[in-house]
């Protein structure tokens, strides 16, 4: 199985700040990474899929890049509604796999 | 417009059985591969069975023997029979289904799982 490490696991920053959280698979997966968002009580928002193809409806200032086993997500700019718990996950495989998750919070 | 909705969900006694279902709508269940992902409380997100067009079928070691996947494609609905019930079972579980490239996730449906 394929084993996804997602860093860092607590982050915390404030509003207008560039963050990046980086995931990393145990053997090359090409590009079948998604990056989700979830808040609490909530199901999981597909914000990036195939590593870097942005989501409809999903703000710009959201972005991922990488390829094989190395990727990030990039929040341009931080904003309020931004502060959750994101997830990546690889779907090239039939046993899909996450990451542990990286907790975004207020600094 | 895609759209998943989960039901069955509910509170269950060790050693029980419930089964799962995922109605969609937008997209036909067939022609896609669709999945049951779960969430402890508190926890990460955890797969648990895959279902592909062509009708393979693969399972999470956890729950591989105790847990079902199938659809109806009449009904445009997957589901997930779920037997043996066990106290680490309790989560929400989601589905999702893959379209394209991209993939699409439903609400979510809680199982609790206690005496």
């Known amino acids: 199985d394929i084993q996804m490490t997602q860093s860092p696991s607590t982050l915390s920053a404030s509003v207008g700040d560039r963050v990046t959280i980086t995931c990393r698979a145990s053997?090359?997966?090409?590009?079948?990474l998604a990056w989700y968002q979830q808040k609490p009580g909530k199901a999981p928002k597909l914000l990036i899929f195939k590593a870097s193809s942005l989501e409809s409806g999903v703000s710009s200032r959201f972005s991922g890049s990488g390829s094989g086993t190395e990727f990030t997500l990039t929040i341009s700019s931080l904003q309020p509604d931004d502060f959750a718990t994101y997830y990546c996950q690889q779907y090239n495989t039939y046993s899909w796999s996450f990451g542990q998750g990286t907790k975004v919070d207020i600094k | 417009e895609v759209q998943l909705v989960e039901s069955g969900g509910g509170l269950i006694q060790p050693g029980g059985s419930l089964r799962l279902s995922c109605a969609a709508s937008g997209f036909t269940v067939n022609g896609n591969y669709m999945s049951w992902v779960r969430q402890a409380p508190g926890k990460g997100l955890e797969w648990v069975s895959i279902i592909y067009s062509g009708g393979s079928t693969y399972y999470a070691d956890s729950v591989k023997g105790r847990f079902t996947i199938s659809r109806d494609n009449s009904e445009n609905t997957l589901y997930l029979q779920m037997n043996n019930l066990r106290v680490e079972d309790t989560a929400i579980y989601y589905c999702?289904?893959?379209?394209?490239?991209?993939?699409?996730w439903g609400q979510g449906t809680l199982v609790t799982v206690s005496s």
């Open positions: 053997q090359s997966i090409s590009n079948w």
């Open positions: 999702a289904s893959g379209l394209g490239n991209s993939l699409s």
